[in-house]
């Protein structure tokens, strides 16, 4: 407390968990967070500001509130509580949507988890490419309790957020993906290619040429062709697998497997003859097999086509037991739906049909 009176004159910053003082004098106070100067001249996040002293109080008072509730809602993220968090960073996010700073790429970030937990992808791509944007512009977000990335800092992306629909949800999908204005080449691109994926169409609108730094073109040459894999022209598809499948052996046991995998046995589902669509369900049952914790959407997904296929080739029996494992491990997932009514269009009675009656005999 004699530090705070004593620093009043200056203005000074208390952060909140320490409750250090920082000796650097306030610039100014917004929502963007707390401005600094000095040698450690920087701004800091608003959720790791317990109070501004000194003559930046009256503009610390207009914004108490909101870095209250980014702090809450940050401890509650921290802690693997989403049903509680979700509000606070849905309420947080249309404040910051298209702002900059680093509480506003806590706040994409937050939402990016949050929705990914409610599978509201649509959403999610949204707060990724307002989060990867935030980051390209070189905002961080530091203090405590400390948060895993969502952004994997390789590429970009997101491991959880393949750009890979079920069946039901591309054709409808994010559609023009909305973006930051301080957007760059590479996440402008990005969006296009979601968009363009969310709406089951290839890429090739999408001009890539003007991504030249390395690894982010790296990036999104690799969506591309992830995107190519299971688009309607059977020789964009034919070479996607190529790229994919020469790919494969560097990638074992990471996330890209699990994406390639995917959209492999998804692309080979879509070829004429026992070998490709074999290899196809083989690809597919990696990802629920070696990936399901970490993947889960992509997980149900490929459930789901595995599903698909059995009862397309009059196996509805096995086709009732995946609708059945899906139902109990996604039972929310929006592939569920797919596979139910391949099941019953080939004959088949799934299983909570079966359990009904039953019951009811």
């Given at each position: 407390?004699?530090?705070?009176?004593?620093?009043?004159?200056?203005?000074?910053?208390?952060?909140?968990?320490?409750?250090?003082?920082?000796?650097?004098?306030?610039?100014?106070?917004?929502?963007?967070?707390?401005?600094?100067?000095?040698?450690?001249?920087?701004?800091?996040?608003?959720?790791?500001?317990?109070?501004?002293?000194?003559?930046?109080?009256?503009?610390?008072?207009?914004?108490?509130?909101?870095a209250e509730k980014a702090w809450r809602a940050r401890v509650r993220l921290a802690r693997g509580d989403i049903a509680l968090a979700a509000p606070l960073f849905e309420e947080l996010y249309g404040v910051y949507r298209g702002m900059e700073g680093p509480t506003a790429l806590l706040v994409h970030e937050g939402a990016v988890r949050c929705r990914l937990a409610v599978g509201d992808r649509d959403g999610a791509v949204e707060a990724w490419?307002?989060?990867?944007?935030?980051?390209?512009?070189?905002?961080?977000?530091?203090?405590?309790?400390?948060?895993?990335?969502?952004?994997?800092?390789?590429?970009?992306?997101?491991?959880?957020?393949?750009?890979?629909?079920?069946?039901?949800?591309?054709?409808?999908?994010?559609?023009?993906?909305?973006?930051?204005?301080?957007?760059d080449g590479f996440v402008r691109v990005l969006g296009e290619m979601y968009?363009?994926?969310?709406?089951?169409?290839?890429?090739?609108?999408?001009?890539?040429?003007?991504?030249?730094?390395?690894?982010?073109?790296?990036?999104?040459?690799?969506?591309?062709?992830?995107?190519?894999?299971?688009?309607?022209?059977?020789?964009?598809?034919?070479?996607?697998?190529?790229?994919?499948?020469?790919?494969?052996?560097?990638?074992?046991?990471t996330w890209r497997e699990a994406w390639i995998r995917a959209a492999l046995g998804r692309s080979y589902l879509m070829e004429p003859g026992e070998s490709a669509q074999t290899n196809g369900v083989l690809h597919l049952l990696h990802v629920p097999a070696r990936f399901g914790e970490a993947q889960r959407y992509l997980a149900g997904v490929a459930v789901s086509e595995v599903g698909i296929a059995f009862a397309a080739w009059g196996d509805t029996a096995v086709a009732e037991i995946l609708l059945g494992e899906m139902r109990a491990a996604h039972p929310g997932h929006a592939s569920v739906r797919a596979i139910e009514e391949a099941v019953l269009e080939m004959g088949g009675v799934d299983m909570e049909t079966r359990t009904n009656k039953s019951g009811a005999g």
């Open positions: 407390m004699l530090v705070m009176i004593a620093s009043a004159a200056l203005g000074q910053v208390v952060l909140r968990g320490s409750g250090d003082v920082q000796r650097a004098e306030v610039m100014d106070v917004s929502l963007e967070g707390v401005r600094v100067g000095g040698d450690e001249g920087r701004v800091i996040g608003l959720d790791g500001i317990k109070v501004v002293v000194g003559v930046h109080a009256e503009e610390w008072a207009l914004v108490r509130k909101t490419l307002g989060a990867l944007s935030l980051r390209r512009r070189g905002h961080k977000i530091a203090g405590d309790p400390p948060l895993d990335p969502v952004i994997d800092e390789a590429t970009g992306l997101v491991p959880e957020l393949a750009p890979i629909w079920g069946r039901g949800e591309a054709t409808g999908g994010v559609g023009a993906v909305w973006l930051p204005e301080y957007a968009a363009q994926s969310a709406q089951g169409e290839s890429t090739s609108d999408v001009d890539v040429s003007v991504v030249t730094e390395g690894r982010a073109r790296d990036t999104a040459v690799f969506v591309g062709v992830v995107i190519d894999a299971v688009c309607a022209d059977a020789k964009k598809r034919a070479a996607a697998r190529g790229r994919l499948g020469s790919g494969l052996e560097k990638q074992v046991g």
